[in-house]
Nanobody, 126 residues
């Protein structure tokens, strides 16, 4: 079992940057495949990015490719989402998600993840 706590959200103008963090505890962090999702009112939870156990393999939604970067530090049991060139469409609650196991294909569906953080709000103004 793992517990996830997101932080780093806030208000930023279009073109600005933020770095979200997801701190994990309760289990061996490197045993988990990690991801970021986001959600706005009235919409389905949307895939953003995923990263494998070692951090060597990443996969992104087309809408964020080149602007957002997922990374992890297993020594710190933390996964990050570096957000650059933000646009108003990035406004959402961002959730960290975890799936136990080693996977060799991207996991980009919310139902594939077992554990979720409570989310952190990102608001991008124009």
């Amino acid at each position: 079992q793992v517990q996830l706590v997101e932080s780093g959200g806030g208000l930023v103008q279009a073109g600005g940057s933020l770095r979200l963090s997801c701190a994990a505890s309760g289990s061996t962090f490197s045993s988990y495949h990690m991801a970021w999702f986001r959600q706005t009112p009235g919409k389905e939870r949307e895939f953003v990015a995923t990263i494998n156990w070692s951090g060597a393999n990443t996969y992104y939604a087309t809408s964020v490719k080149g602007r957002l970067t997922i990374s992890r530090d297993n020594a710190k049991s933390t996964v990050y989402l570096e957000m650059n060139s933000l646009i108003p469409e990035d406004t959402a609650v961002y959730y960290c998600a975890a799936r136990l196991g080693v996977f060799h294909v991207p996991l980009s569906t919310s139902s594939e993840y077992d554990y979720w953080g409570q989310g952190t709000q990102v608001t991008v103004s124009s």
